[in-house]
T-cell receptor, first 111, second 111 residues
Framework: AQTVTQSQPEMSVQEAETVTLSCTYDTSESNYYLFWYKQPPSRQMILVIRQEAYKQQNATENRFSVNFQKAAKSFSLKISDSQLGDTAMYFCAFRDDKIIFGKGTRLHILP | DAGITQSPRHKVTETGTPVTLRCHQTENHRYMYWYRQDPGHGLRLIHYSYGVKDTDKGEVSDGYSVSRSKTEDFLLTLESATSSQTSVYFC??????????FGQGTRLTVV
């Protein structure tokens, strides 16, 4: 069965700093998708970034980028120039058929 | 999430009573999912559907059943609610590939 592991339950960084959230996954599939979702206190689930496994190039969305290492089954999220509004729970997710989530990392951006 | 509606948004019920949560979509997405979110556990997949009358179990399916008689509706039923099923429940939809889009969540309390 596929699993997703986020090893950092909670992190805090100063505003404007760069922070990296870790995610590893386990699968025997070769074609799949990976995602990072953000959940602010409003509880809404917001897609941050997506990565198709067949693409070698790492995905980037403005201040958010990923380091996708397929052989190592690693998918970390880097947030550059962090802002107070980035404070949220962040979930890593894996999809082949169904979509499986990690337990999340609670990120605090400190003023 | 404008195309996904969960109902009810909040519910308090007594132990042993049946409860049905509804997820309705207007996006004609093939896949629909039910997750529960609990502190320290992230989002855990209960059941999912890949088409009308096509459903499969997720990680935490015990005590839950689902039905999908129409593309737009996916029902989650707790046959006999228990206190351990107190949680926030999320419905999500997706195409055959790519990311999921989430509803606003239903807070269920079993007393």
């Amino acid at each position: 069965a596929q699993t997703v592991t986020q090893s950092q339950p909670e992190m805090s960084v100063q505003e404007a700093e760069t922070v990296t959230l870790s995610c590893t996954y386990d699968t025997s599939e070769s074609n799949y998708y990976l995602f990072w979702y953000k959940q602010p206190p409003s509880r809404q689930m917001i897609l941050v970034i997506r990565q198709e496994a067949y693409k070698q190039q790492n995905a980037t969305e403005n201040r958010f980028s990923v380091n996708f290492q397929k052989a190592a089954k690693s998918f970390s999220l880097k947030i550059s120039d962090s802002q107070l509004g980035d404070t949220a729970m962040y979930f890593c997710a894996f999809r082949d058929d169904k979509i499986i989530f990690g337990k999340g990392t609670r990120l605090h951006i400190l003023p | 999430d404008a195309g996904i509606t969960q109902s009810p948004r909040h519910k308090v019920t007594e132990t042993g009573t049946p409860v049905t949560l509804r997820c309705h979509q207007t996006e004609n997405h093939r896949y629909m999912y039910w997750y529960r979110q609990d502190p320290g556990h992230g989002l855990r997949l209960i059941h999912y559907s890949y088409g009308v009358k096509d459903t499969d179990k997720g990680e935490v399916s015990d005590g839950y059943s689902v039905s999908r008689s129409k593309t737009e509706d996916f029902l989650l039923t707790l046959e006999s609610a228990t206190s351990s099923q107190t949680s926030v429940y999320f419905c999500a939809i997706s195409h055959s590939t790519g990311e999921a889009f989430f509803g606003q969540g239903t807070r269920l309390t079993v007393v």
